[in-house]
């Protein structure tokens, strides 16, 4: 326990330092797969056939199989065109403009991953903003706030979701019912919140007009095909757990099936998109994981939360979702989620109702990640693209800085966090509802 214990340690401490000494987070996550083998193996607590068992599949081909698919779509132009329709609909008003981007983003992110919808719309924003000649700050952080919290209410929307969902094995459906509500509430409180922090350049008049074509679609045909067969995935999702089918598999299908409907496409153009740095660090991560579990210490150390939830589960919940979301809003929340995943299914295994303690950890590591500018991919993203903006106009103030984002995505966090709070007050008895 004392080996694997340290090893994962060490290890989580170099993926979370990772802008400190420059190393990638995977190259530190493949090093404590190799150290956790190796020591298993010399104390006999952990065989490589465990360790292929430890890693959760489902969740590395879902990933896998999703950003194939979305290599195909991006280059349609579909998603430019979306957003030249906002602008239109919006008419210069500019919280209406920022309401209608963030639905969009919004809606996109509960299907496809966070970091991908920012990465997709950011640029836009940029674009956007330039040519109403506004600021583009509220418009990025309301990407980046709602692309998070969007992301919360599915299955598929941010990967602590696969991670808990899969452990859990809690349907697509299941999901969407128990974290539909808490993602709507936490949504309308952002928009509010942002209308008031942001509320000095939002009141600017905009006065420049959007070239349309610079935005308009380069592939119409395949656009509709890429929103028909995503629309038949998630027909599948819904119904993935009545056909027996898992989520992986419903992502494999719908890629096989825009290949052959994309017959231009081949497929090692489709897989050059895949981020496979990020597929080892997720299965270098389950390895590292599952050491720990097999060597007993995380049940070690469940033993001593077990009598705090025995006492006051709905306490338990509250403090664990807040616990979740100030440590992803300091550190990446998948390891953290990596690592609470074998506790609270190790006090499953007891006969504890950990049910209303998975919900709680899935609202936390998502709304977590709005609160500063590194507790997000999607955040980094925006405040890299926030910074090359004002490198290439020379103006410091285009920048979110972590005191912008204090100031802004802060007290959006903890917005949602209260609400959030709130409703599972208010209906404890449905979100400790045994889930099967």
Request: proline share 4%; with cysteine; glycine share 8%.
């Amino acid at each position: 326990m004392l080996v694997s214990g340290i090893i994962l340690v060490v290890t989580f401490a170099g993926i979370f330092t990772e802008h400190v000494h420059g190393f990638e987070r995977a190259k530190f996550a493949m090093l404590g797969a190799g150290l956790m083998l190796l020591a298993g193996q010399y104390y006999g607590f952990y065989s490589p056939q465990e360790a292929i068992h430890a890693v959760d599949w489902n969740v590395v081909f879902l990933l896998g199989c999703m950003m194939a698919i979305i290599a195909i779509i991006l280059p349609t132009g579909g998603f430019e065109a979306l957003a030249a329709g906002l602008t239109r609909i919006s008419r210069g008003r500019q919280f209406l403009l920022m309401a209608l981007l963030g639905t969009a983003v919004t809606f996109i992110s509960l299907i496809l991953d966070n970091v991908t919808t920012v990465v997709i719309f950011g640029p836009l924003i940029v674009m956007i903003a330039q040519s109403l000649e506004v600021s583009p700050i509220p418009y990025l952080m309301a990407a980046a706030l709602l692309s998070d919290t969007g992301g919360v209410a599915t299955l598929v929307g941010d990967p602590p979701n696969l991670m808990i969902g899969s452990a859990a094995h809690i349907d697509f459906n299941t999901f969407f019912i128990h974290m539909g509500g808490v993602v709507l509430a936490s949504w309308i409180a952002i928009l509010a919140a942002l209308r008031w922090l942001c509320r000095r350049d939002l009141v600017k008049p905009s006065h420049g007009v959007v070239d349309a074509g610079r935005l308009v679609f380069k592939n119409r045909k395949l656009w509709n095909q890429s929103l028909l067969v995503l629309a038949v995935m998630v027909g599948l999702f819904m119904l993935h757990h009545s056909v027996g089918w898992e989520p992986w598999m419903v992502a494999a299908f719908g890629l096989t099936l825009l290949l052959f409907i994309a017959r231009h496409i081949a497929v090692d153009q489709a897989m050059q998109d895949v981020e496979i740095p990020l597929l080892i660090f997720f299965i270098s991560l389950f390895v590292v994981v599952g050491g720990v579990e097999h060597s007993h210490f995380l049940e070690y150390i469940g033993q001593f939360i077990l009598p705090f939830i025995e006492r006051d589960l709905l306490t338990a919940t509250i403090v664990l979702m807040w616990a979740a979301a100030i440590l992803s809003a300091m550190i990446d929340n998948i390891p953290f989620t990596a690592a609470m995943i074998p506790i609270l299914a190790g006090l499953e295994q007891q006969g504890v109702n950990v049910t209303p303690l998975w919900w709680g950890l899935a609202v936390g590591v998502g709304m977590g990640g709005n609160g500063t500018h590194i507790g997000s991919t999607a955040n980094v993203y925006i405040v890299t693209l926030s910074e090359r903006l004002a490198k290439e106009r020379r103006d410091p103030s285009l920048v979110i800085t972590p005191a912008v984002w204090f100031k802004t995505g802060t007290p959006a966090m903890l917005a949602t966090l209260i609400v959030s709070s709130i409703l599972f007050v208010l209906f404890f008895e449905f979100f400790s509802a045994p889930i099967h």
